[in-house]
């Protein structure tokens, strides 16, 4: 069966106009409005509620297997990558306040980059057990001060 499209050039769903569930597409618009709902921090009936449709037509054209903060965190990175495709172009026009604001990023990632490394903490040596403690504290160093320790009572 061919598929119609409206004067939008949007698919037009099966039941479009019949009584029942009509079947919603997720347009190319729609995911961006989404997209940019999330960035915004707002939840899931907010942006049913802005799409006109029920949160489980949302969960299931807008968050398949995947949870709200997920999401929101993927919207976020998508956001940056295309402003940074923006500056870099504007940056290869010759604009010079998008050639530094480049410049402060790569440094705040470099930045971000070392201390990531300076906060892992060492790996923490294993702590011996009572065997080995005690075997570690028996072994002669070559001197005798342990003989010039205290002495027990009744020891001459």
Same mark, same amino acid.
């Given at each position: ?17 019949? %009584? ?8 190319? +618009? ?61 940056? +290869? ?27 892992? %903490? ?14 570690? +504290? ?11 320790? %205290?002495? %027990? +009572?009744?020891?001459?």
């Amino acid at each position: 069966m061919a598929q119609s499209f409206d004067l939008l050039g949007d698919p037009i769903p099966d039941g479009r106009g019949k %009584p029942g569930a009509t079947g919603h597409i997720a347009t190319a +618009e729609n995911t961006n409005k989404v997209r940019w709902l999330l960035v915004s921090n707002a939840k899931k009936p907010e942006i049913a509620k802005q799409l006109g449709i029920s949160i489980p037509t949302l969960n299931k054209h807008y968050f398949k297997k995947q949870s709200l903060k997920a999401a929101r965190l993927r919207a976020i990175s998508e956001a940056q990558s295309r402003m940074l495709l923006l500056l870099d172009r504007a940056a +290869e026009k010759g604009s010079v306040s998008a050639m530094k604001e480049i410049g402060k990023i790569a440094r705040q990632a470099e930045l971000d980059c070392l201390a990531s490394d300076i906060r892992k %903490p060492l790996p923490s040596a294993k702590p011996l057990g009572i065997k080995a403690q005690r075997k570690a +504290e028996a072994t002669p160093d070559g001197s005798w001060d342990f003989l010039s320790g %205290p002495r %027990p +009572e009744g020891v001459h």
